[in-house]
């Protein structure tokens, strides 16, 4: 629908610093390999669907790559404060991240779908985050507080700040964390 925006969270593919608990268990150039490539698909995905605006964050905020669409910075502060930030910039916005290698197309309309008739949607992933979070214009003033971020407390952590909104849930997907994550893909 005109104006809703897919935003998609992603760290410039520098060896060293992307993934880094999966580089501890599969090395660095993996790592970098897997984000690079994933972030590709994301984009060829769902970078140029008619039916939301495609945006992606980029940390750090000078970042440059041949991501193949613009590039918005995430500006400072932690992973919440961030992700509160852009998703505050539009009306009705949803963000994913980046290493969850099922996300597509159906996923995003369905997410866009159900913040027809709820405040607030998420994606959970099977480690007790989520792949993706979605407001419409009735949001908590501080949606991200208290979260315990990489634990399998995040999802649970930040439904506790949507006491008085309607949430909803989409499908449950498997992030890429960890190695066995990464073989599971059969790559």
Known sequence: MKGDTLILFARAPRLGTVKRRLARE??????LR????QVARL???L???RRWRFLLAATPDRARWRAGVALHPQGGGDLGERMARALGRHRRAVLIGSDIPAIGPADIAAAFRTLGRADAVFGPSEDGG?????FGPRRPEHPFARVRWSTEHALAD????????????LRRLRDVDHAADLRGLGR
């Open 34 to 37: 897997f984000h690079r490539g």
């Open 130 to 134: 989520y792949w993706l979070v979605g």
């Open 47 to 49: 970078g140029h669907d």
């Open 26 to 31: 599969v090395g660095d150039l993996t790592a």
């Open 43 to 45: 984009v060829r995905r």
């Open 158 to 169: 930040t439904l506790a700040n949507f006491p008085r909104h309607r949430v909803a849930l």
